[in-house]
């Protein structure tokens, strides 16, 4: 339903296939010629050589931040607050031991004062008439299984029992683009010319 300004654009693009390649890498070599630098931001994990190829340099220029949209959809995702509120619920009531669904709903359902996080939020996804349907709670992780959220992630025990078994995994980010400060830094439209002139 949406409408754009220009609805052709991909087929512009692709006409003009040449022009545009060239006037991306020319960006990219500007930026480079420029030292690199490197604008703080929310860094993106396994997207390490696209921001420093794609986003730096737009950046650099002045150009409003492409994954600014990305981080706005996922701060309105309701599952994505639900998953981390469980994930560390759960990391903090079972730490990395791996445990059952049903071990988890047990220890929720359990009157004390350190699982009132976890009993809140198994409610949330799973509750019906007052009880926790272990079956839907099962199916939610697994629908979320390796999704990271705040460094945390849900993962399956490969020990051998006759039901799943989770654990929460501790995931290491990935740093951004680093600088390079023994380089000479240069003006945005010094460096866009003279890489344009192929120096």
Same mark, same amino acid.
């Given at each position: 339903?949406?409408?754009?300004?220009?609805?052709?654009?991909?087929?512009?693009?692709?006409?003009?296939?040449?022009?545009?390649?060239? =006037? =991306?890498?020319?960006?990219? *070599?500007?930026?480079?010629?420029?030292? *690199?630098?490197?604008?703080?931001?929310?860094?993106?994990?396994?997207?390490?050589?696209?921001?420093?190829?794609?986003?730096?340099?737009?950046?650099?220029?002045?150009?409003?931040?492409?994954?600014?949209?990305?981080?706005?959809?996922?701060?309105?995702?309701?599952?994505?607050?639900?998953?981390?509120?469980?994930?560390?619920?759960?990391?903090?009531?079972?730490?990395?031991?791996?445990?059952?669904? !049903?071990?988890?709903?047990?220890? =929720?359902?359990?009157?004390? +004062? +350190?699982?009132?996080?976890?009993?809140?939020?198994?409610?949330?996804?799973?509750?019906?008439?007052?009880?926790?349907?272990?079956?839907?709670?099962? *199916?939610?992780?697994?629908?979320?299984?390796?999704?990271?959220? +705040?460094?945390?992630?849900?993962? !399956? +025990?490969?020990?051998? *029992?006759?039901?799943?078994?989770?654990?929460?995994?501790?995931?290491?980010?990935?740093?951004?683009?680093?600088?390079?400060?023994?380089?000479?830094?240069?003006?945005?439209?010094?460096?866009?010319?003279? =890489?344009? !002139?192929?120096?």
């Amino acid at each position: 339903m949406r409408v754009f300004q220009r609805p052709d654009l991909v087929r512009e693009v692709l006409r003009e296939r040449g022009k545009y390649v060239s =006037a =991306a890498l020319t960006l990219i *070599r500007a930026w480079i010629t420029a030292g *690199r630098s490197n604008t703080d931001g929310k860094s993106l994990a396994s997207y390490g050589d696209w921001s420093d190829l794609c986003r730096q340099p737009l950046l650099w220029l002045g150009c409003a931040d492409p994954t600014d949209s990305i981080f706005e959809a996922m701060s309105e995702d309701p599952d994505r607050e639900t998953l981390e509120h469980l994930l560390h619920a759960w990391y903090s009531v079972f730490g990395k031991a791996p445990t059952m669904v !049903r071990d988890a709903v047990k220890q =929720a359902s359990s009157c004390l +004062d +350190d699982h009132v996080e976890l009993r809140e939020v198994i409610h949330d996804i799973a509750d019906e008439r007052g009880d926790i349907n272990r079956r839907k709670l099962g *199916r939610w992780i697994k629908r979320h299984e390796g999704r990271i959220v +705040d460094g945390l992630k849900f993962i !399956r +025990d490969s020990g051998k *029992r006759s039901a799943e078994a989770w654990k929460v995994e501790s995931v290491s980010s990935v740093s951004s683009v680093n600088s390079s400060p023994n380089q000479k830094t240069v003006t945005t439209a010094n460096a866009y010319a003279r =890489a344009s !002139r192929g120096e």
